[in-house]
Nanobody, 124 residues
Framework: QVTLVESGGGLAQAGGSLRLSCAAS????????MGWFRQAPGKERESVAA????????YYADSVKGRFTISRDNAKNTVYLQMNSLKSEDTAVYYC?????????????????WGQGTQVTVSS
């Protein structure tokens, strides 16, 4: 089982930036695709971005394309989400996720492993 721990959430001003980090551990963490989901109050959990183990494949939700960038450092077993040009609608709890397949990180109900979540609040 993969254990995921997020950090870097907090308060940002609209138009500002935050960088989330997710540290992975466990027997299969070295070859998992990883990604980020978010869940706002009263809404379902949605995929934000995902990246393959090699870093060669990425996915972004239309709502964040051009603003968010996902990356990973396998030597540190860590995935990052750089969030720029933040909007109030980006406010949510952000969850790190891991799965053997990149495609599964587009749907919350297909994901194998989850982090505990970190709150991102964007003021306007």
């Amino acid at each position: 089982q993969v254990t995921l721990v997020e950090s870097g959430g907090g308060l940002a001003q609209a138009g500002g930036s935050l960088r989330l980090s997710c540290a992975a551990s466990g027997r299969t963490s070295s070859n998992y695709a990883m990604g980020w989901f978010r869940q706002a109050p009263g809404k379902e959990r949605e995929s934000v971005a995902a990246i393959s183990w090699s870093g060669g494949g990425t996915y972004y939700a239309d709502s964040v394309k051009g603003r968010f960038t996902i990356s990973r450092d396998n030597a540190k077993n860590t995935v990052y989400l750089q969030m720029n040009s933040l909007k109030s609608e980006d406010t949510a709890v952000y969850y790190c996720a891991a799965d053997p397949f990149l495609a599964r990180l587009r749907q919350a109900d297909r994901v194998d492993s989850w982090g505990q979540g970190t709150q991102v609040t964007v003021s306007s």
